[in-house]
């Protein structure tokens, strides 16, 4: 007898959600087919809600999901990315997308820009092919998607952001340099900034100046290991008793403001790095002047999604940092039934995260 399971359907900006029922059928070959648990709102799943950045409709949004595989097809891996065998009933996360390992980019070390990629939480509704976002009861994970274990010790508070927050901070990491000593600022005390924050101290950073317009994200920010906080009006000043005259070695811009990105330039010292992570939707145009750059020796960096390997470094963080706060970044968790609900109350800035709740294993 054929399954069934719900999702709630984006259609276009300013519409509730559409709870509907598709057929949920066995995984065809390459695929494996995960009973979600939960997805947590991402910020790009709220800009798209809101019309600040435009998806392809009907679609199911929810990209930062984990769940139980539920069965698998022919030829599905049998391995995680750490060498752990795979079964039904084992809690996983995944990579936000799929790799051929072949195409133009893939050979190119750029999978999360494959040419045959599934976007998890970003696809259009196609007929077979419908179950591919976190707002739903099942999501079928195409072939090439990496496939990660999560450790017991981990709650679903702290593991679910990790296929999009944690891995893209990972990410944003791996490309800025020497990070021991260093010191950072990051603009943005959202999800991405806390994380990028703890990250840092993590890995050895003596400064972490974190710049937000909020007080309570800032505070946040303080709890995950800032060594100093700073109003955008006060970064600047705040950078100069951190480093004297010299400036940060890495900057990480974390909210998408073009003001930051103006801000944060010339806050960098001579050779400095900065990684532009928050930027995912359309801005104004911002300025820069190209002998600055030059003569000061800046690298810019773009870091958009992540590589399978990021994500295998997120969940390795989580896992050796249980004392770390991420379960604080969950607001609430509501029913699929409640996923407008949900979205309206992630609107408000003092929420990091709210999550939806299809099935309770």
């Not at 399971?5 to 066995?26: C, E, N, W, Y």
Request: charged share 20%; with cysteine; proline share 6%.
């Amino acid at each position: 007898m054929m399954r069934s399971g719900m999702a709630a359907v984006f259609t276009q900006v300013g519409k509730p959600l559409q709870i509907r029922r598709f057929d949920v059928s066995h995984p065809k070959v390459g695929e494996a087919l995960v009973r979600v648990t939960a997805c947590t709102i991402c910020s790009s799943d709220l800009h798209t809600y809101e019309g600040r950045r435009v998806a392809p409709t009907p679609t199911i949004l929810g990209h930062e999901i984990i769940g139980r595989i539920d069965s698998m097809g022919a030829g599905a891996p049998l391995e995680d990315r750490n060498g752990l065998s795979l079964a039904p009933g084992d809690r996983v996360t995944w990579a936000m997308t799929s790799s051929c390992d072949g195409c133009f980019f893939c050979v190119r070390q750029l999978p999360q820009k494959c040419e045959k990629t599934i976007k998890y939480g970003h696809e259009p509704l196609q007929p077979g092919r419908e179950l591919t976002g976190g707002l739903g009861e099942f999501c079928v994970l195409g072939p090439g998607t990496s496939i990660l274990r999560i450790p017991d010790t981990l709650s679903d508070e702290t593991a679910c952001p990790a296929n999009c927050a944690t891995a893209t901070v990972a990410a944003a990491l791996r490309v800025a340099g020497t990070l021991r000593e260093c010191a950072a600022l990051v603009q943005g005390a959202g999800t991405l900034g806390v994380t990028a924050c703890a990250m840092l101290r993590v890995a050895g950073a003596a400064e972490v100046i974190c710049c937000d317009i909020n007080p309570v994200r800032l505070r946040k920010a303080e709890e995950f290991g800032a060594t100093r906080i700073a109003h955008p009006a006060d970064v600047a000043s705040a950078v100069r008793s951190a480093t004297g005259k010299y400036g940060v070695d890495i900057a990480l811009e974390m909210s998408g403001s073009p003001a930051a990105f103006e801000t944060g330039v010339p806050l960098l010292r001579i050779g400095g790095i900065y990684v532009l992570v928050g930027g995912v939707f359309p801005t104004p145009a911002v300025s820069v002047q190209m002998e600055d750059v030059i003569r000061r020796l800046i690298t810019i960096r773009g870091v958009h999604n992540y590589t399978p390997e990021d994500l295998r470094t997120a969940l390795a963080f989580l896992s050796e940092n249980p004392r770390l706060p991420f379960d604080s970044l969950i607001a609430d968790w509501l029913p699929l039934a409640e996923a407008d609900e949900a979205f309206r109350r992630a609107n408000d800035p003092a929420v990091f995260r709210m999550g939806i709740r299809s099935y309770s294993l």
